[in-house]
């Protein structure tokens, strides 16, 4: 297996990071709000996931529960994961790699809640692997020996490609990885920088604007798509303040049923939250927001991280808070 890291400075970039987390003192919310809320931070990466969190922000779900939220962007969640352990941030928007390559090294950020699975029938709605104008890649296992960008090594990207170009009788192991921001994909893959690159909406639309062309939609092709996206907190903040995460778990589920229903509102937002080009945000698909947890595509994620060498052993049953 060939990795690279193109934003992170080294190969040792996850060690100092679950380093990082073995240290930290995860105090929790501490802090209030003028109005009396509690002040909750979350961490997030650019993607349409922020449209629907900024949703349940407009219409005052977390108020509701006497929470008001900063949100964080940062570039993945394994790049955050530290900041949930040691208090900095409260909770993280992650993909289930995260906690689950964490809890298997003995750390305990558990998840407390669903956020998003594939839309049935639907390209293009989260993560795909997508190419540049005039490629002659045209499928998964066309990505053999291929420079492909993924947000984050180790990540479902990784393991969801891999298994994706396994699947079609390809080798995954000839794949060079490269760690790139969705955001940055359809210039690199302009440039030339990379050969193929994975993206989520809105940035699929601007890639496919470009003449860019999706090859491989790899989350349900390996059974990954029952949970895409969960929310991740520190163990010390669920065991000093449960009630806090109570209120805030209420809120986001109140929250992502209300953006399931109202994608039209979501797309509205993304230009002011993300930056996408209005003509993009319209036309933007998304991921199906759901709090409810899928249990066993939790653990579909862990058989491939044990498969593809990211984790040596299955997470211990304390990586989902039972509550």
């Not at 795909?128 to 990207?157: P, T, W, Y």
């Amino acid at each position: 297996m060939k990795r690279t890291l193109s934003v992170l400075a080294g190969g040792a970039a996850l060690a100092l990071a679950l380093t990082a987390c073995s240290n930290g003192s995860n105090d929790g919310a501490a802090s209030k709000s003028d109005s009396g809320l509690d002040i909750v931070k979350v961490g997030l990466f650019p993607s349409s996931a922020v449209g629907a969190f900024q949703i349940g922000i407009d219409q005052g779900f977390f108020a509701e529960q006497g929470i008001e939220i900063e949100l964080v962007m940062g570039q993945s969640s394994a790049a955050q994961l530290p900041a949930v352990n040691s208090g900095s941030l409260d909770f993280i928007l992650a993909s289930p790699t995260t906690p689950l390559v964490a809890s298997s090294k003995g750390l305990d950020v558990p998840i407390v809640s669903g956020y998003a699975k594939n839309r049935p029938g639907t390209l293009g709605d989260s993560v795909a692997v997508l190419v540049g104008a005039g490629s002659d890649i045209k499928s998964a296992k066309d990505l053999e020996g291929k420079r492909v960008a993924i947000n984050a090594l180790g990540s479902i990207g990784e393991i969801g490609i891999k298994e994706a170009v396994a699947q079609e009788g390809g080798d995954p192991e000839s794949i060079t990885f490269v760690q790139l921001g969705f955001d940055q994909v359809a210039a690199q893959l302009e440039s030339g920088q990379i050969d193929a690159g994975m993206a989520g909406p809105p940035f699929i639309g601007q890639i496919l604007n470009n003449g860019g062309a999706v090859v491989s939609d790899f989350i349900p092709a390996a059974g990954l798509d029952g949970a895409e996206l969960v929310m991740v907190a520190g163990r010390k903040l669920i065991d000093t303040k449960p009630d806090l995460v109570e209120r805030f778990t209420e809120a986001l589920d109140e929250t992502l049923t209300y953006a399931e229903a109202h994608q039209d509102d979501v797309r509205a937002l993304l230009p002011k939250v993300i930056g996408t080009a209005p003509e993009v945000a319209a036309k933007t698909e998304f991921i199906q927001w759901d709090a409810k947890l899928d249990v066993d595509a939790i653990d579909q994620f862990s058989t491939l991280l044990v498969k593809y060498d990211v984790m040596n052993k299955e997470p211990g049953e304390n990586v989902v808070w039972n509550h």
